[in-house]
């Protein structure tokens, strides 16, 4: 399912990102271990695509907050913050 995040200043998404014990959140695209680029978090929501095992695209939007990810290699909530719920009302149509 397509879900609303942030690409990070490092240049990946922020589903690959994981908070250390100290509540940094640290990259681990690469592998799961850092990718080392210099984490900043961008505050401009977007719209990620996903695609199912026959590349199709799947138009279906994940709602800010919903669980993502599964089996995709990660798991954890779609980011909630105004700006995504803010997009995902403008692109599904609901009333904001
Ligand atoms: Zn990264
Ligand atoms: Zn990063
Ligand atoms: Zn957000």
């Known amino acids: 399912m ?18 250390d014990s100290a509540s940094r ?26 695609f199912d095992l026959a590349g199709r695209r799947i138009e279906t939007i994940t709602e800010p907050g919903q669980w993502i990810g599964e089996g995709a290699g990660y798991s954890r909530a779609a980011c909630a913050c105004d700006d995504c719920r803010a997009l995902h009302a403008e692109l599904t149509g609901a009333a904001a």
């Open 2 to 19: 397509a879900y609303i995040g942030h690409r990070c200043a490092c240049g990946h998404l922020d589903v690959h990102h994981r908070a």
């Open 25 to 50: 959140e640290h990259c681990e695209a690469v592998g799961g271990v850092r990718c080392g680029k210099g984490c900043r978090k961008s505050s401009t929501s977007i719209l990620v695509p996903t």
